[in-house]
């Protein structure tokens, strides 16, 4: 018998806070060390872009649990949960990790070209992600109906009971 995947990792905590609290300290442990080291403010700039594109996953981690609820109701998919968030701020996430790029690796002009190009490909990222979980939420709901429609009945069929209410007339005279 197989088990059904679970959507909640197997590593970390299956609380979003930890999840998320986790990579923000071990982030800042690495500027603080960074700042010590004396490498310079692009430490300083390329954090605030890790950090800013991370926003996009908190919302994606927060809105999870509300799927199934807005799909229920009729919601798009590109509104249910806390998407509107996630679409508000993956673009900026994604710009601005291509542009510490840029500024790292100097490429120049050629980042003109490059961080509007991340921006959309950072959102098609998210897409294709919540996508995928939603599939994964469908495909998991869908083998648990299967498996239910195969449990058979296995009590014995319960005697007949006759009809008393149907033969039964209230007397109100004596009240």
Do not use: N
Request: charged letters at 15%; one cysteine or more; glycine letters at 8%.
């Amino acid at each position: 018998m197989h088990a059904l995947r679970s959507l909640a990792s197997e590593r970390l905590s299956a609380d979003p806070r930890v999840r998320l609290a986790v990579p923000a300290v071990v982030l800042a442990y690495v500027l603080f060390l960074a700042l010590v080291v004396g490498v310079g403010a692009w430490a300083v700039w390329g954090t605030g872009a890790l950090v800013l594109a991370a926003a996009p996953w908190v919302f994606v981690s927060y809105g999870r649990p509300y799927l199934a609820e807005d799909a229920q109701a009729g919601i798009p998919f590109a509104w249910r949960g806390e998407r509107a968030g996630v679409w508000a701020t993956a673009p900026a996430g994604g710009f601005l990790l291509a542009l510490t790029l840029v500024k790292v690796v100097d490429l120049g002009a050629l980042g003109v070209v490059l961080c509007p190009l991340a921006a959309a490909g950072y959102t098609a990222l998210l897409v294709w992600a919540e996508r995928r979980h939603e599939h994964a939420c469908l495909l998991d709901l869908s083998v648990l109906e299967h498996r239910f429609e195969q449990i058979t009945d296995a009590r014995p069929p319960a005697p007949a009971q006759p009809d008393a209410t149907q033969e039964w007339t209230p007397d109100f005279a004596d009240a």
